[in-house]
């Protein structure tokens, strides 16, 4: 397999965490869509949006969207649970994480990290997308101050795809001190086996 992808991007650093988690080999392939490579056609032909990161399977097939691939790569492993239930909690997550806290906490990082993105860090998106930051914090503190994990007792995509963002929140200038039950989910994500740093 192939993973087209930006090293610094946490969207592109999911699959990457759950392939080291699995021991799965894989190319990874640096794309940047910040020097175009993303919008030539050579790319629009793997992923028609022009975004990263992107999967391309043994078969040649494509797929896109960083927790499309989590679920795809967790089927049949101990990242996705058998049980219904505790699987529609998985994907609940996945779509908090998509809608509540990356438009925020993503967004602030990558407004205060590069400097193209300067110009739309006005005072008006930075207060937004801090008191969001914070929204989606606090839910998930209250969740792992009950569960060691997300979705229980067991770390799932679900996890992966929140730690992606949540691990360097500072760089938005979140303070996770605030958010103890966070701080030591992290660690727990962390230690288990296989894990790699994001840069």
Excluded at 17 to 28: C, Q, V
Aim: charged share 25%; with cysteine; glycine share 8%.
């Amino acid at each position: 397999m192939k993973l087209y992808g930006m090293t610094d991007s946490g969207n592109c650093y999911k699959p990457r965490l759950l392939l080291a988690k699995l021991g799965t080999a894989y190319t990874n392939v640096e794309t940047s869509s910040r020097d175009g490579t993303t919008r030539q056609s050579d790319f629009l032909n793997k992923n028609p949006i022009g975004k990263v990161p992107v999967l391309e399977l043994d078969d040649g097939r494509f797929l896109a969207e960083s927790n499309a691939i989590l679920l795809y790569l967790a089927e049949g492993t101990r990242f996705l649970p058998d049980d219904r239930y505790e699987r529609a909690l998985v994907y609940q997550w996945l779509f908090f994480e998509q809608y509540s806290h990356e438009p925020n906490i993503a967004v602030r990082r990558a407004l205060r990290t590069y400097p193209e993105r300067a110009e739309l860090a006005t005072p008006e998106k930075l207060a937004a997308t801090f008191e969001g930051g914070n929204a989606a914090l606090s839910v998930m503190d209250r969740q792992l101050s009950q569960t060691p994990f997300l979705v229980g007792d067991t770390l799932t995509v679900a996890d992966i795809a929140l730690y992606a963002y949540t691990h360097d929140a500072d760089l938005g200038g979140f303070d996770l001190t605030g958010y103890p039950s966070i701080l030591a989910w992290l660690g727990r994500v962390e230690a288990d086996p296989g894990h790699v740093p994001m840069l």
